[in-house]
């Protein structure tokens, strides 16, 4: 059996669903259920249902075999993961965000940001040349700039109506997002049957 880290809510459903048209997922949990666990009826694969910036901790430290994750994740953390296959779904970006008069250029001083993509933020305003304060925040970012917390925010973005709701622009992307499968090195090489077998199903 496999066992697959999933993001819950919206990506997980649409993973699920992706699984099911694959030949990989006989049956879908029951959507009202409170359960952190899943296993198929053909007794095939276990899902587990994990925070989305927690898929990659359990694969890398072998709690779960694969797992599926936006690429925003993957490349702010690092993790030592084969990354196999872009999924093509779970699409957004993540961008640099403020108010419409506001630009990063326009100060001569360190920028001050919110975000909870800290090295992301940091290596982009780095390669931009110019100095950066980053304030970490975990939900809610959009205030920031409102209360005067922040210069501007890094984000993601599916449609922007957060932003506009909250009278901020979008000024630049720094990353386009989807989701990826990773597999655990390890479980790659020791599950090579299993592994084999899935790939082949989801490459169909």
């Known amino acids: 059996m496999l066992t697959i880290a999933l993001p819950k809510g919206r990506l997980a459903e649409e993973t699920m669903d992706f699984f099911v048209q694959k030949g990989l997922l006989s049956a879908l949990p ?14 095939t694969i276990k899902l587990l249902f994990v ?15 694969a797992g599926v994750v936006g690429w925003d994740i993957l490349q702010e953390g690092g ?3 084969l990354v196999l296959k872009d999924l093509g ?5 993540l961008s640099l965000a403020g108010k419409p008069d506001f630009h990063p250029l326009s100060k001569l001083s360190k920028v001050k940001v919110a975000t909870k993509y800290t090295e992301l ?12 304060e980053v304030v970490k925040l975990y939900g809610s970012i959009e205030l920031a700039p409102l209360v ?25 992307v720094i990353l386009e997002s989807t989701a990826r499968l990773v ?22």
């Open 183 to 204: 597999w655990n090195r390890s479980s790659f090489y020791t599950k090579r049957q299993e592994v084999a077998n899935f790939l082949e199903q989801i490459n169909k």
């Open 121 to 132: 933020t940091r290596k982009f305003f780095f390669s931009k040349g110019i100095s950066c």
């Open 89 to 93: 779904f779970g699409g957004c970006r």
């Open 30 to 43: 029951d959507p009202n259920s409170k359960e952190l666990t899943y296993v198929d009826p053909e007794k």
């Open 148 to 172: 005067g917390l922040a210069d501007c925010i890094v984000d993601l973005v599916s449609t922007g109506s957060t932003l506009k709701a909250n009278g901020l622009k979008e000024i630049e």
């Open 51 to 65: 925070r989305s910036q927690d898929v990659p901790t359990y694969v890398e430290e072998c709690s779960a075999d």
């Open 79 to 81: 993790y030592d993961l």
